[in-house]
């Protein structure tokens, strides 16, 4: 496993041909759950209750929140690997998500702002969920405004390591900020181990936009994963041949 | 259902629609920003090859 | 070891006391800042009292990170840090006495004039007790957070307010509870709990830092 892991992903060279291959196969993935669960989530899931059509945002806002999250604690992942082993293409991955991460966590925001005005009657409140998740926008900004100014390739990666860990803990406080205090946002929708409380035919576009979401930001992680690469291993044989593939 | 209750959703057409709209304007760019991030680097390494 | 740790506060007190000018601007700083605001939002008494506590800890806040960005960069520039790097004893000893030293020429002196900046804004008597609490166990905590942050931007030139960009994200739990106990405060209700967090939050980055801060020195000045 390790030895497969090895040949394939790790190294710069081995991770831009086999995630060149992977990347049609995720687009489509992505495709499909996406379209499924637009159309399911617009026209097909029942209105609620109490929210009536206003509800169909959480098809956009609760998996940008959830993916936004996922983003960052690959990036803490990544940032690990690159200050215990040095392993480059982690470091790689950590400065490729961090755009992508801060775009997601701007639109949950966002989504959240816009849900909120018909439901709470307000764009903004200053509770424990809203304010962690723009805690982790600063954190996300802050992360690419180190790694701009850092010249030396090395040192940008180890640098932008250490925030990255610092910043961690920001996530299980986002998580859990709604069962610690009382807020006006609403609970947990879905939870590992209970049996959620959503109804199924709500439930599955959920789901299937929560996997879309996370299958984009793969998209685009891979896509700027390859570009980072040709950037640093600009000097080498098979990068030329590459190039000269391409044009 | 016909269009028009569709776009209005019993009057939460325009949230709605505005963050949909948002969420693949933002899809959108970000995949138009990694096409042209390798077409400019594409091109860099390209021009540096032939100098 | 215990003389070493006593030398090397002496040492980083005596450098300060003796540039009088890195310890005494910032604690300005924060005097001139409390100020400004009742000017800028009028004399009201009560309302000055209602959001006294914001004031007081934002201008700590910044007043800290203002001396904060000045941690290692001197050092760096005489040379003086490459000695800390290469010297036999752990770096993390050595950066948690800096550490210590910074905190007692820079995070004291906010503590000990915060009561009169408390009684310019109209505190009572038990706001301005949980004030000072809750800087106490603050401030040593947002001088330890603030090192990795400093580490990580020795190197830079020019890196401008790149270190309150990174810290501040960080700063602000610190922030929510210790405001937190001041509401508490004003109402007359016991501020222990949230002195215990701020407590466990200190003690967490007591833990971390130093090591981290080594870590991000290493970095920082380009020694991989």
């Given at each position: 496993m390790l030895t497969w892991l090895q040949k394939k992903w790790l190294s710069p060279k081995n991770f831009y041909h086999t995630a060149g291959v992977y990347l049609p196969w995720i687009g489509s993935a992505f495709l499909l759950l996406f379209i499924y669960g637009l159309i399911s989530g617009l026209f097909i899931a029942p209105a609620d209750y109490q929210q009536g059509d206003g509800f169909r945002i959480i098809y956009v806002h609760v998996p940008s929140a959830f993916t936004a999250m996922m983003i960052y604690f690959v990036m803490a992942c990544c940032a690990f690997l690159t200050l215990v082993w040095r392993i480059k293409i982690a470091a790689i991955a950590m400065s490729s998500s961090a755009s992508i991460g801060a775009w997601f966590t701007a639109l949950a925001l966002i989504t959240g702002s816009i849900w909120g005005k018909p439901m709470w009657g307000t764009w903004w409140i200053w509770?424990?969920?809203?304010?962690?998740?723009?805690?982790?926008?600063?954190?996300?900004?802050?992360f690419i405004a180190l790694q701009s100014v850092i010249s030396d390739q090395q040192s940008r990666d180890r640098a932008g390591a250490v925030i990255a860990l610092v910043?961690?803990?920001?996530?299980?406080?986002?998580?859990?900020?709604?069962?610690?205090?009382?807020?006006?946002?609403?609970?947990?929708?879905?939870?590992?181990?209970?049996?959620?409380?959503?109804?199924?035919?709500?439930?599955?576009?959920?789901?299937?936009?929560?996997?879309?979401?996370?299958?984009?930001?793969?998209?685009?992680?891979?896509?700027r994963m390859r570009n980072a690469i040709l950037l640093r291993e600009m000097k080498t044989e098979w990068v030329t041949q590459v190039v000269n593939y391409e044009s | 259902m016909n269009l028009k209750q569709i776009l209005l959703m019993h009057g939460y057409g325009v949230y709605v629609w505005v963050s949909y709209a948002i969420t693949l304007g933002i899809f959108g760019f970000n995949l138009f920003k990694s096409l042209q991030e390798k077409r400019k680097i594409l091109k860099m390494i390209e021009r540096t090859n032939e100098s | 070891m215990s003389n070493l740790i006593i030398a090397m506060i002496r040492y980083e007190l005596l450098i300060t006391m003796?540039?009088?000018?890195?310890?005494?601007?910032?604690?300005?700083?924060?005097?001139?800042?409390?100020?400004?605001?009742?000017?800028?939002?009028?004399?009201?008494?009560?309302?000055?009292?209602?959001?006294?506590?914001?004031?007081?800890?934002?201008?700590?806040?910044?007043?800290?990170?203002?001396?904060?960005?000045?941690?290692?960069?001197?050092?760096?520039?005489e040379g003086y840090l490459d000695e800390l790097l290469l010297s036999s004893y752990p770096l993390t000893l050595l950066i948690s006495c800096k550490l210590i030293s910074h905190w007692i020429a820079h995070g004291f002196p906010l503590i000990i004039i915060s009561p009169c900046l408390g009684f310019i804004l109209n505190l009572s008597t038990h706001q301005e007790y949980a004030l000072v609490m809750t800087l106490l166990i603050g401030t040593p905590t947002l001088v330890l957070l603030g090192a990795i942050g400093s580490a990580l931007t020795v190197g830079i030139r020019h890196h401008g307010l790149l270190l309150p960009i990174l810290i501040m994200p960080l700063y602000i739990p610190v922030l929510i509870?210790?405001?937190?106990?001041?509401?508490?405060?004003?109402?007359?209700?016991?501020?222990?709990?949230?002195?215990?967090?701020?407590?466990?939050?200190?003690?967490?980055?007591?833990a971390f830092s130093p090591l981290l801060t080594s870590i991000s020195l290493r970095i920082g000045v380009n020694q991989c």
């Open positions: 509770d424990a969920r809203l304010t962690s998740v723009l805690i982790l926008l600063f954190l996300y900004l802050g910043g961690v803990i920001n996530l299980p406080i986002i998580h859990y900020s709604v069962i610690w205090w009382n807020t006006l946002h609403q609970g947990p929708t879905l939870s590992k181990f209970a049996v959620p409380s959503i109804a199924p035919s709500m439930l599955y576009p959920l789901l299937a936009m929560i996997g879309a979401f996370f299958l984009f930001y793969t998209v685009i992680l891979l896509m | - | 003796r540039a009088a000018y890195s310890w005494v601007t910032p604690l300005l700083f924060f005097i001139i800042v409390v100020c400004l605001f009742p000017l800028a939002i009028g004399p009201d008494i009560d309302l000055l009292n209602k959001i006294a506590p914001g004031i007081i800890w934002v201008a700590a806040l910044l007043a800290i990170v203002i001396s904060i960005n000045q941690l290692f960069s001197q050092d760096r520039e509870f210790a405001i937190g106990a001041m509401t508490a405060a004003s109402v007359n209700q016991p501020i222990v709990g949230y002195l215990a967090i701020l407590g466990a939050l200190f003690l967490i980055t007591l």
